[in-house]
């Protein structure tokens, strides 16, 4: 098994670009997340999926959309890329609530200009 | 509003002592806990889990106590090793299984 994976791992956009991260996960997992990760800053949620077709927001949900079409990917798009949004993204999955730990991608590095 | 804490400088030790990481909650109950290891440039990797009606739980070398007075959970390391240099997440329980992490504390292990 692959576990969780990321595409890209790493882009540069410019100001006003868009662009869909992918994240797939070959667990069978219901639960899909999509985290930001900030310098001194703790994991952020973005949005959060409890299954497919279903989709929810986290903490910092603004200037971000998802779609979870297939149960095993959950794609995060960015419509107009901001500065702002530089950081670390990383998807995780897990089974259920009734399993709690969520098993996380290895990221992907975003650098907005 | 919900914050963890975590020690924001890194924790330096020498190699086979005790490592203690601290985990500090506040205006929040949570009915789990969770430990995660990051390494650089890695996504983290589950740890440990303990429950709101546990008081402690061990792994191999890890042991987890969680306070729910205190609202503080510490993370300990015994006879720890250069290996296990890393940034160690904690995590809440926030319902629907969404998790709250803290900022996390970086561990360095000299031989």
């Known amino acids: 098994n692959a576990g969780v994976t990321q595409t890209p791992k790493f882009r540069v956009l410019k100001t006003g670009q868009s662009m869909t991260l992918l994240c797939a996960q070959d667990m069978n997992h219901e639960y899909m997340y999509w985290y930001r990760q900030d310098p001194g800053m703790g994991l952020r949620l973005i949005h959060y999926?409890?299954?497919?077709?279903?989709?929810a927001k986290g903490e910092v949900p603004d200037g971000y959309n998802v779609s979870r079409l297939k149960k095993q990917n959950f794609l995060l798009g960015l419509e107009s890329a901001a500065p702002s949004q530089t950081s670390v993204y990383f998807c995780?999955?897990?089974?259920?609530?009734?399993?709690?730990?969520?098993?996380f991608g290895p990221g992907t590095r975003l650098l907005v200009l | 509003s919900q914050k963890i804490e975590q020690n924001s400088e890194a924790l330096n030790i020498q190699e086979g002592k005790t490592a203690t990481l601290t985990c500090n909650y506040t205006n929040y109950s949570p009915a789990y806990l969770q430990w995660y290891r990051q390494d650089p440039g890695r996504g983290p990797v589950f740890l440990l889990l303990i429950r709101e009606n546990e008081k402690e739980k061990r792994k191999e070398r890890l042991k987890v106590t969680f306070d729910t007075t205190l609202k503080q959970s510490l993370f300990h390391i015994t006879a720890s090793q250069p290996a296990d240099s890393a940034t160690y997440l904690c995590?809440?329980?926030?319902?629907?299984?969404?998790?709250?992490f803290g900022a996390g504390t970086r561990l360095a292990v000299h031989p």
């Open positions: 999926s409890v299954g497919e077709g279903t989709t």
């Open positions: 995780a999955s897990s089974y259920s609530m009734s399993s709690e730990t969520q098993y």
């Open positions: 995590a809440l329980s926030g319902g629907y299984n969404k998790l709250i």
